[in-house]
């Protein structure tokens, strides 16, 4: 839990500097006076003073605010701040000093995960693949909807997926509503309807469709069947008894029913091909012998134009995915509880600080992405309704009055503590015991 506490307050105070150091940064370019620099909102807790600027940290760790003098009504006048309003910057500069801090998150989102490639990430090697389909789980959504192994999906919905990364995005962020797969089967289009199972407390879409897995043993556990016949990593299973087996999930079909009896496995190690005798445990009704289904991994290192250019990518394929996840929301095909909060980013930084530097990286990265882009939404309070307000302004060639800014202003702080107030509550369900979760939540899935 300290883990977690210090690498949320490493991770957030990073961000929220960087963010309203692009408003700051941008003001001073412009000449604009800037009475406040302050990490959190509300009273003021501590600081200093210099050069006209009061850099302070406030109570209440919900992000920051930079006080330009002209720029208009901002968070500390929520708390009574200010009782006289200066005469407002040209919209010009208003809008540079706005676009700014969102600008600077975008910027850092670059640099984090291109330090992410240069250091190296490690990824699943089929996520960049067509989502040709390996295997269907039995009794799954999708084998209930009628997918087949071999089956290529070309879209869901209306949504175009060229890799099995945009698939299982789709798919994850769809549970418990329809989806429409547009299929490609012995080079004819099907259309199939499939409503992915919602699974964990996250409401994650489930269902069932895995990529192509070569049989070959990655991972073997401790005192298993497989060990104790004498199978090695590497090994590649080619039949069991003499069924051939043409990828990982045959070894499924063809080992599961039968607990308990003897199989002869062919192998093929190097060159030599080998003969071994095994017998399943009997785990729940079903034949194990203790091979762990392991995706191959590839390690991704670049060097630094690779890594901007890697990065580029990486940022326009999250943003398109994110106003996808908005999209889904405000039209109710996606769960407001797979929308993490502060415990939850907190738990996630905690988890990624331990995994090592790479994670933690890549995480910043992540988060300062999404701090970019939900501060652009056009959301009262947010960078994005201040700009949606100089827009108005500037369509009807006058300025709003101060009095309807801050009413404006009230309102997006209404709906932005009613949104952190049902995020919490999803955080706080997401880490109560299951028997506890399922009485709160009506019997999910924890």
């Known amino acids: 839990m300290l883990i977690s506490l210090l690498a949320f307050i490493f991770v957030l105070g990073v961000l929220v500097i960087l963010h309203e150091g692009g408003h700051f940064l941008a003001a001073r370019l412009v000449h604009a006076p800037v009475d406040v620099f302050s990490v959190g909102i509300g009273k003021r807790l501590w600081g200093f003073k210099r050069g006209g600027t009061d850099y302070r940290i406030s109570l209440l760790p919900l992000g920051g605010y930079v006080r330009v003098v002209g720029l208009g009504p901002d968070e500390s006048d929520l ?34 995960l291109g330090f ?9 090697a089929y996520q960049s693949r067509p989502p040709v389909v390996g295997w269907v789980e039995p009794a799954s959504p999708a084998a209930a ?23 299982e995005n789709m798919i994850l962020t769809s549970g418990g509503h329809q989806v429409l797969l547009k299929v490609i089967r012995n080079g004819h289009e099907l259309s199939i309807e499939m409503t992915p199972k919602r699974i964990t407390r996250y409401g994650f879409g489930y269902s069932g469709i895995l990529p192509p897995l070569a049989p070959v043993v990655r991972g073997l556990q401790p005192g298993s069947p497989a060990e104790r016949c004498g199978l090695k990593k ?18 499924i079909r063809l080992i599961s029913p039968y607990p308990g009896k003897a199989l002869v496995l062919t192998v093929l190690r190097g060159t030599s091909t080998l003969t071994l005798r095994v017998t399943p445990r009997n785990i729940g009704g079903k034949g194990k012998i203790g091979i762990p289904v392991i995706f191959p991994t590839h390690m991704e290192k670049l060097g630094v134009p690779g890594a901007l250019r890697a990065s580029l990518s990486e940022n326009v394929r ?24 502060p415990l939850d980013i907190a738990r996630i930084s905690g988890q990624a600080a331990r995994s090592g530097i790479r994670s933690l990286i890549w995480l910043m990265g992540l988060i300062s992405l999404q701090l970019g882009i ?10 994005g309704g201040h700009l949606t307000i100089i827009a108005v302004e500037t369509a009807i060639r006058r300025d709003l009055s101060i009095k309807v800014k801050e009413r404006i202003m009230e309102v997006g702080f209404v709906l932005l503590m009613l949104l952190m107030v049902v995020v919490l509550y999803n955080d706080i369900l997401k880490v109560l015991p299951a028997n506890l979760y399922r009485m709160l939540h009506g019997g999910g899935t924890p």
Request: zero cysteines; proline letters at 8%.
């Open 374 to 383: 939900f501060n652009l939404l056009p959301i009262p309070l947010l960078d």
């Open 145 to 167: 909807a009628g997918v087949r192994p071999g089956d290529r999906i070309e879209a869901v919905d209306t949504t175009k997926v060229p890799t099995w990364q945009d698939l």
């Open 234 to 251: 590497g090994d590649r299973i080619i039949a069991v008894d003499s069924h051939p087996v043409k990828q990982f999930y045959d070894l």
């Open 318 to 341: 999250m943003t398109i995915q994110t106003f996808r996840v908005i999209g889904r929301l405000v039209s109710h095909k996606a769960s407001l509880s797979q929308v993490s909060g």
């Open 116 to 124: 992410a490639f240069v250091l190296g990430v490690q990824v699943p």
């Open 79 to 112: 708390a009574g701040a200010t009782d006289v309003e200066p005469e407002l910057l040209p919209k010009w500069k208003r809008t540079i000093i706005l676009l700014a801090g969102p600008a600077m998150n975008i910027v850092a989102a670059v640099a984090f």
